[in-house]
């Protein structure tokens, strides 16, 4: 019985790592036909590509880069700041309640209902556009996650600081970020991985024309290119692979 | 707040025909239309399905792995190793099943070497099949590895340890003080998790249009293709779809939240 259980965790464990092992040596390869169990080729070819532009695949990582930095930094400062005024508010229940909703909808239903708005403001087809639909979807995610951080101790120092004369600005800035360090680092985190895994919303938003790493795998599996496509995958797992590693805490929070 | 009800509120005029290229004015036709062809209910049942097998399954599984192996999974590299599937987002896994269980993936491969098959077609169909599997099989994958480590969580902040040394020295079996002790406290714990990650499941969508069949599809890629085609005049019941989904996610967030916090007082 023991012998039987840990064969279970054993497969569990070579069922996590073997997508990492087969998409790195998919991206190596070329030529791989059926029925053969090894490719015709095999070496770094397909990654000395990556940086031209017959893939794209670096550009494209940049633009992913660009767009997560963005709705990552402006919806965990937005957050941060608009999550004080929600938690403290007498309707507090009510403002949560609705915060939910942007968050609960499949993003991709939201921006195709949303698209009409992106197209009257010019900025449908454009990153800035992929960028603020990315951060309608954030940044309700940010308000909930900090709504746990303002409680009572935290008003007490407000209130101290209010006391010993201090701005509100300076209360911010010299009490309550270095209070909230921790948790912006963590929702930064997570918010960047929701912008860098999205990639309904891009697809509506984005028309083709922003091209993130997630669009890139599915133009390579429409094309039939499977080693781009294994390259664009090991290229977006890499940084979450990288945060699980300086942190846990960074891809993973039991948000309710 | 304000992106959720303008989008809700522009659907629900062009699915009137208030608004809309082609529309002449307001009409019940579209909404009409859309309950006669059964497009929506089919979606959703398809949809409602998937997601409730997919949760079950991956909620029933995490169990087990949390109850069996909650002192081995916490040591050094197999705690490391049990985050690792979070890295991976819902269209790289989706991708990596189309290499592995395609008629020409790895699993075929394999199935013709051995003997088993005589070439691609002989395979059975596990992508784009009527049943899902491929669907039920990602989704399970990408969401069990999130309540293994959520149940793990909770089994060290609800101090499960001691609770079951307790029931345990109080002369309760090994199964009753799963039943009666472990399992109620997990499940008590993250409930509201598990009913929220069944709406997400209802609005998957890369995952669903990758490794999907034509008819019937999940609610997100009936509601992308209705919206997105060239026929203008059929964009209305897109709309109709539309606001029956996010009527029904958002009664299904009331409730949940409502309860919620009702158990909170």
Redesign the interface.
């Known amino acids: 019985m023991g012998r039987w259980?840990n064969g279970i965790?054993i497969t569990?464990?070579v069922?996590?790592?073997f997508?990492?092992i087969?998409?790195f040596l998919?991206s190596m390869s070329s030529g791989w036909r059926?029925?053969?169990?090894l490719p015709e080729y095999f070496g770094f070819k397909n990654w000395g590509k990556v940086a031209g532009t017959e893939s794209g695949i670096a550009q494209s990582f940049l633009i992913s880069l660009v767009i997560s930095l963005s709705v990552a930094v402006s919806s965990t400062l937005c957050g941060f700041v608009i999550s004080r005024y929600v938690s403290y508010h007498p309707k507090k229940?009510l403002l949560?309640?609705?915060?939910?909703?942007?968050y609960?909808?499949?993003?991709?239903?939201?921006g195709?209902?949303?698209s009409?708005?992106f197209l009257k403001m010019g900025i449908f087809g454009t990153t800035f556009g992929v960028v603020l639909a990315q951060f309608?979807i954030a940044f309700p995610y940010a308000l909930i996650f900090f709504s746990s951080f303002w409680n009572e101790k935290i008003k007490s120092y407000e209130d101290l600081v209010a006391t010993l004369g201090g701005g509100s600005l300076t209360t911010f800035r010299k009490v309550l970020l270095p209070m909230a360090r921790g948790l912006l680092m963590v929702c930064f985190f997570q918010t960047f991985l929701i912008s860098?895994?999205e990639?309904?919303l891009t697809s509506?938003i984005g028309v083709g024309k922003v091209q993130t790493l997630?669009i890139k795998?599915?133009l390579f599996?429409k094309e039939s290119n499977?080693y781009y496509?294994?390259m664009s995958?090991c290229m977006?797992?890499i940084p979450?692979?990288v945060?699980?590693?300086i942190n846990?805490k960074y891809?993973?929070n039991?948000?309710? | 707040?304000v992106?959720?009800a303008?989008?809700?509120g522009?659907?629900l005029l062009y699915s009137f025909g208030i608004i809309g290229v082609v529309n002449d004015g307001f009409t019940l036709e579209f909404w009409a239309e859309v309950f006669r062809s059964g497009a929506f209910l089919d979606a959703l049942i398809y949809s409602v399905t998937i997601a409730l097998i997919s949760v079950f399954i991956s909620v029933t599984a995490a169990l087990w792995?949390t109850l069996?192996?909650q002192k081995?999974l916490r040591g050094k590299i197999?705690s490391?190793?049990?985050?690792?599937?979070?890295?991976?987002?819902?269209?790289?896994?989706a991708?990596?099943t189309?290499?592995?269980l395609s008629k020409?993936g790895?699993f075929?491969?394999?199935s013709?070497?051995l003997g088993f098959t005589s070439g691609?077609t002989d395979f059975p169909d596990l992508i784009n099949d009527q049943y899902a599997i491929g669907i039920i099989l990602v989704l399970i994958?990408v969401v069990m590895?999130?309540f293994v480590?959520?149940f793990l969580?909770v089994y060290d902040n609800e101090r499960l340890d001691q609770l079951t040394e307790l029931a345990r020295s109080l002369g309760a079996s090994n199964s009753q003080t799963i039943w009666r002790v472990s399992l109620p406290v997990i499940l008590r714990k993250t409930w509201?998790?598990i009913a929220?990650y069944f709406?997400?499941l209802?609005?998957?969508?890369?995952v669903p249009l990758?490794l999907g069949q034509e008819s019937p599809q999940m609610?997100?890629v009936l509601?992308?293709r209705e919206?997105?085609q060239f026929d203008l005049t059929k964009i209305s019941e897109?709309?109709v779809v539309?606001v029956m989904?996010?009527i029904l996610?958002?009664i299904a967030?009331?409730l949940l939240?409502?309860k919620r916090?009702t158990e909170n007082g």
């Open positions: 259980k965790l569990y464990l069922a996590i790592v997508p990492f087969f998409l998919l059926f029925p053969d169990l229940r949560t309640l609705l915060t939910y909703f942007p609960i909808l499949a993003p991709v239903v939201f195709a209902c949303l009409y708005y309608i860098w895994f990639y309904g509506i997630t795998v599915f599996i499977f496509g294994a995958c977006l797992i979450p692979v945060m699980i590693y846990k891809v993973f039991k948000l309710i | 707040m992106p959720f303008a989008a809700f522009y659907s792995f069996k192996f081995k197999v490391f190793m049990i985050y690792l599937p979070l890295a991976i987002p819902g269209i790289v896994a991708f990596f189309v290499q592995i020409s790895l075929s491969r394999f013709y070497l691609i994958s590895p999130f480590l959520l969580n509201t998790l929220l709406i997400f209802l609005g998957a969508y890369e990758i609610l997100s509601i992308v919206l997105k897109g709309y539309a989904y996010t996610v958002s967030t009331i939240f409502s916090s």
